[in-house]
């Protein structure tokens, strides 16, 4: 199944308060993996102070394995410290310092968790024109994660909590995009025949399932009064004499490690 838009993993301008920009939109790959960038202007608020910079950036995998290890990658770094001035360097200094703008410092805090996968740090950027405060946040579920940077103009605190909200709105956009819901129903493939397998079209999902199960039920002619077949969960079924006069229907579960969603197919035509 396809996965999610990138674009619908990472921060938008209608997370922020009125008056947020889109600066810049780029995406590309890293380590093979498809990447989006985005850089705000905030110009207002993200529920808190105001924000001189946000940076979204997002990835999405091939699977959720995949993700998970380069997400705990990501997060093992930030347990020693010169992982987190490295990440310093890589995800928030080089996006606010250029022209007149020189590090002279940098101090980064050790990582806090922010609950159900996500974690922040917070930085202090010592430069010639005063200090730039920032954080960094990083969230992940099932085959997509962000890492997201926020900094407050020069000399100014960020507001408790703003990188905090950025996390949960991440997450929000995450488990939205990760939500499985069936766009077409599964339907039964073949013709029945005593002998003759059925197989599942499992029909077309949003929220890229991880995998698929199935329950084949023998039903009266009018796909009604269902009872489901002992022992038959595979994507086939090959009806027998018990399901001669009888319609057969099968339920397709889409699952991932967000959600669920039963669906169940039309029933086929009686069996002979």
């Known amino acids: 199944m396809p996965s999610p838009q990138l674009a619908s993993i990472v921060l938008g301008t209608s997370d922020f308060a009125p008056g947020a920009r889109l600066l810049v939109e780029k995406s590309t790959t890293l380590g093979g993996q498809p990447v989006l960038f985005r850089a705000f202007r905030p110009g207002a608020r993200l529920g808190g102070g105001p924000l001189a910079l946000a940076v979204s950036v997002g990835w999405l995998e091939t699977d959720a394995g995949a993700a998970h290890s380069d997400f705990a990658d990501l997060q093992r770094q930030t347990q020693t410290k010169a992982g987190r001035l490295a ?48 954080a960094i946040g990083f969230v992940e579920m099932d085959k997509g994660f962000d890492v997201v940077v926020i900094a407050g103009g020069l000399n100014q605190k960020l507001a408790a909590g703003d990188i905090g909200r950025a996390v949960s709105t991440l997450r929000q956009h995450l488990r939205g995009a990760f939500t499985v819901a069936s766009t077409l129903a599964p339907a039964i493939v073949g013709t029945p025949q005593q002998g003759q397998p059925l197989t599942v079209d499992e029909g077309a999902w949003n929220g890229a399932p991880s995998g698929f199960t199935y329950v084949w039920s023998r039903c009266d002619v009018t796909g009604n009064a269902c009872t489901p077949i002992e022992g038959a969960s595979a994507n086939s079924y090959v009806p027998g004499v018990a399901d001669s006069g009888m319609t057969i229907r099968v339920a397709v579960t889409g699952a991932n490690e967000v959600s669920t969603q039963q669906v169940t197919s039309p029933q086929s035509l009686p069996v002979p």
């Open 87 to 134: 990440i310093a360097k890589d995800w928030a200094i080089a996006f606010v310092t250029g022209g007149k703008l020189k590090v002279k410092s940098t101090v980064v805090s050790p990582p806090v968790s922010l609950g159900d996968g996500g974690s922040r740090l917070a930085l202090a950027v010592s430069t010639n024109l005063g200090t730039l405060r920032m």
